[in-house]
């Protein structure tokens, strides 16, 4: 039985039949008849939800990964730590790149600043395959990076918005 159908039809048929009686004939109980019909209305439709999510990765230029785009649709909250992660110590080794860290597991005493290079040079030059470049170029990145930071991408620290829409709230 497939819950969605089965909602359907009770909500058609209830008005020549009780909802028991249309229950024991397509042998569904009634409690789960009304925990699907509770779930068909908090549910995003497949195709709704795939457009949401498509929609976020282009605003985003894909730079956002499984766990952020969850939660700017559903809430969960992503408490990982991005130093300290396998993934992302492989991936920057991969590169090339030499981590920052003062002692193991630890960011340098510059974290913010740190953390803000990490997200720029993910999100932008290393997303994008930029690796040679003029320095008119760079700049132009670089300030485009810093208003879409600021203004459009959404934090989990900050309660999945933009540090610009956290301070306006926080102003009120």
Known sequence: MVPRVVVQLVDGLKGSMSIGEICLHLGVARSSYYRWKAKVHTQIPKELRDQQIGNLCKLHKFRYGYRKITKSLTGISDQGSVYTS????????????????????????????ETFHSSLKSETFYLDEIYRTTNACVINIVEEYIYYYNNIRIKTKLNSQSPVQYRQLAAK
């Open 86 to 113: 396998y993934v992302h110590q492989k991936t920057i080794k991969e590169k090339g790149i030499t981590m920052s860290m003062s002692c193991k597991g630890t960011p340098v005493d510059n974290s913010p600043i």
